[in-house]
């Protein structure tokens, strides 16, 4: 099994920037890998990135245009997004889920998710 929660989130300015962080537990944790997903109000689940149980390997989505960054620190049991020069677009619940069972970019793919943590940007 796999624990995650996540932090991080708030109402920020366009153009700001914000570090998520997902903590993540269990007996397993550190060997699966680990991605973040958004969902913006109405909207269906959105990927962002994935990054693999050694933190070396990551995959983005087409909309990240460099403005997020995926990384993760097993010793600290942590998992970060780096989000750069943030839009209002970007205002949604974002989730840290680990281990997919199918395509790292599909979503509904991933076992174990956190609760989330809400970014709200305004312009």
């Known amino acids: 099994q796999v624990q995650l929660v996540e932090s991080g989130g708030g109402s920020v300015q366009a153009g700001d920037s914000l570090r998520l962080s997902c903590a993540f537990s269990?007996?397993?944790?550190?060997?699966?890998?680990m991605g973040w997903i958004r969902q913006a109000l109405g909207k269906n689940h959105e990927f962002i990135a994935h990054i693999d149980n050694g933190g070396f390997g990551t995959t983005y989505a087409h909309f990240v245009e460099g403005r997020f960054i995926i990384s993760r620190d097993n010793a600290k049991n942590t998992l970060y997004l780096q989000i750069a020069n943030l839009k209002p677009e970007d205002t949604a619940m974002y989730y840290c889920?680990?281990?997919?069972?199918?395509?790292?970019?599909?979503?509904?793919?991933?076992?174990?998710w956190g609760q989330g943590t809400q970014v709200t940007v305004s312009s």
């Open positions: 269990g007996s397993t944790a550190s060997s699966v890998g």
């Open positions: 889920a680990a281990y997919p069972v199918g395509s790292v970019m599909s979503p509904l793919t991933y076992k174990h």
